[in-house]
């Protein structure tokens, strides 16, 4: 058996290579370092990167602001503070105002189907009977240049109407079908930067770039198809503040703008999965009132928010995560308020993902699995919610038949559900420590899809099927995060052991044994080819480092960062 030593990070990672420009039309202060491709210049075209340079531009000392502001936040919260609704904003929470109306094409939203932009998995999801897709360039998307330019394609040729896809193996051409879900669009956060292109010398935005290049392309056709005159439509993540959403809303303006189309033509759903948005839930639509079309309970990465936050409480560290479920007292508060608050505003309260995914070899627990969904899915429709997500076109008919059961013909429940009982939750409802216990196997479950995670996203995959569940970034995060938080507060294990410390001699013992069941499960060939070993490193870095990094993405990124035309691609 290997050594933990064998698994330790090296002294330094993938080095970013230095670049050369060889192909893309650029305007003035714009570098393309990422590979060159005749098909990737029909994206990069030089007005469409002067778009998004002028992005940039404009907003990246609000944005610079907006990531210090995160920071002094994260002081006040290692210092003991919590977070809390703000009284300087008192106003906007009382007030009664609302949101712009929802657009037509955008009422019904009662499942939702979510994927990465990859472009056999765009057709499926187009075509799935959801109401939506929301094409994903964050959570599932291993943000490589080869899957971001991929991913751009993709986007512009469903907006065309014109993608296929010939799977060669099954001699199948894939096209979308007469009906199609309507296209949501999930950009990445603001934390992270695209390492390809340059603006003046720095890294752009990622998300001013996923933004950006779609809605250069793109918003004349998805207005004639897809949109009724309106769009095109986002879904925003990980947002931390309301000057967050004003960023955001004055990107679309600016947008809106130089396209010439009328203010309130983009819509965009925010996410509120991070614990301090949650008392910001007011403001956020406040700023986005003319472009908002609700908000959505992503609960994973308010999870992982929730671990982060508390990175320095040892008096709330969380049970294993499969207990953190959403019939705990902190998140059933959180998706109470999400429904109270989008209504009071007149505007959709989206659920969340259950992690669960068809099972194919086990019919059994397959039934079990949909039950699963079924049931939190029920939960939802009755709390008040007006639409769902799922993560795979097999959970469909069991989402669609549950929200049907409950809306019959309505599109949602925005005026019929206003959940005024919610009003008096508290900041104490919304931080409440769940309960539960810490049990060795959450320990190992943590560690094996921490690193097998990590390893697929290394690859370039950033959604994988694991033990039945769905694995993307908002789930592993919470993985390597509560490692982290148990290891630092050497936390006593109190459920399948007890008076067991989690320490680094524990740790070690554990990684070498689930390496070598990973190995076992995925077979040695795979093993060594893949990216196993790198992963691990990376991850038994991050669960011990004396300061928590921010997001376990923006470490690994700089194993995904090639510049050219030095070294080729790995994945
Ligand atoms: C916390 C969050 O942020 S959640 C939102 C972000 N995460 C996601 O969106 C996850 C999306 N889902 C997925 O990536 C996948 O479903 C996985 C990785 C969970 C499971 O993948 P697999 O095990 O490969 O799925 P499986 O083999 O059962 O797929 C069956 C078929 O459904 C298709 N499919 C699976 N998931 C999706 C999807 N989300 N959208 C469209 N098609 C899909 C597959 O392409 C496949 O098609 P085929 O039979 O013609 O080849
Ligand atoms: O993006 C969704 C989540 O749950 O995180
Ligand atoms: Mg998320």
């Excluded at 983009?266 to 009132?289: D, G, K, S, W």
């Excluded at 007292?329 to 309260?349: N, P, Q, W």
């Amino acid at each position: 058996m290997a050594s933990f030593e064998t698994f330790l990070p090296p002294n330094n990672s993938v080095q970013i290579k230095n670049s050369g420009i060889m192909g893309y039309d650029v305007p003035e202060g714009v570098d393309i370092r990422g590979r060159y491709d005749p098909e990737f210049s029909k994206i990069l075209t030089r007005d469409a990167l002067q778009f998004v340079a002028d992005l940039q531009r404009e907003f990246r000392n609000h944005i610079k602001y907006a990531l210090e502001c995160r920071k002094e936040a994260k002081i006040r919260y290692n210092n003991g503070g919590l977070p809390g609704f703000d009284p300087t904003t008192k106003n906007i929470r009382e007030r009664e105002w609302v949101c712009a109306p929802v657009p037509q094409a955008v009422a019904d939203r009662r499942v939702e189907i979510t994927g990465p932009v990859e472009r056999k998995m765009v057709i499926d999801a187009l075509n799935s009977g959801a109401k939506v897709f929301m094409a994903d360039i964050e959570d599932s998307l291993s943000p490589s240049w080869e899957n971001l330019m991929r991913g751009y394609i993709n986007l512009r040729d469903a907006v065309n109407g014109t993608i296929s896809y010939h799977d060669q193996a099954r001699n199948i051409v894939y096209k979308l079908n007469d009906q199609t879900a309507k296209l949501f669009v999930r950009p990445r956060g603001w934390h992270l930067p695209e390492a390809h292109v340059f603006i003046d010398g720095e890294p752009a935005t990622g998300c001013l770039v996923d933004f950006g290049l779609y809605f250069f392309h793109n918003y004349a056709n998805f207005r004639k198809t897809q949109g009724q005159g309106f769009g095109p439509f986002f879904y925003l993540p990980k947002m931390e503040h309301s000057r967050e959403a004003k960023i955001w809303n004055n990107v679309f303006e600016r947008a809106e703008k130089w396209a010439g189309i009328e203010r309130g033509s983009i819509r965009a759903t925010v996410l509120i999965e991070t614990l301090p948005a949650v008392f910001q839930m007011n403001e956020i639509l406040y700023e986005l009132r003319d472009h908002s079309v609700g908000l959505n309970c992503g609960r994973w990465d308010y999870m992982f928010s929730y671990l982060k936050t508390f990175q320095a409480h040892p008096d709330r560290l969380l049970p294993d995560r499969v207990q953190v479920g959403m019939a705990q007292h902190f998140m059933r508060s959180y998706s109470d308020l999400v429904i109270h608050t989008c209504h009071k505003r007149g505007v959709h309260a989206m659920g969340g993902m259950a992690a669960h995914i068809p099972i194919k070899d086990d019919l059994k627990a397959n039934e079990a699995a949909l039950e699963f969904v079924r049931k939190d899915k029920l939960r939802e429709v009755r709390a008040g919610h007006d639409g769902t997500w799922v993560a795979h076109p097999g959970l469909i008919p069991t989402c669609m038949e549950v929200f049907n059961n409950s809306l019959a013909n309505d599109p949602n429940q925005i005026h019929s559900m206003k959940r005024q009982d919610a009003s008096v939750l508290s900041e104490e409802d919304l931080l409440q420590k769940p309960i539960g216990v810490r049990t060795m196997e959450g320990f190992r479950l943590n560690t094996r899809v921490g690193i097998q995670y990590l390893a697929n996203w290394l690859t370039g995959l950033g959604c994988v099927p694991l033990y039945n569940f769905l694995e993307d970034a908002a789930v592993a995060e919470i993985s390597r995060v509560q490692i982290w938080q148990w290891l630092k507060y050497e936390a006593e294990l109190d459920g399948d052991v007890r008076g067991v410390k989690v320490n680094l001699e524990l740790f070690g013992r554990v990684v070498e044994e689930e390496m070598a069941r990973i190995e076992r499960e995925v077979g040695t060939e795979k093993f060594m080819k893949g990216m196993y070993k790198e992963a691990c490193r990376l991850f038994i870095k991050q669960c011990t480092a004396p300061v928590l990094d921010d997001f376990m993405t923006l470490d690994a990124y700089n194993y995904i960062v090639i510049h050219h035309p030095i070294g080729s691609s790995r994945l």
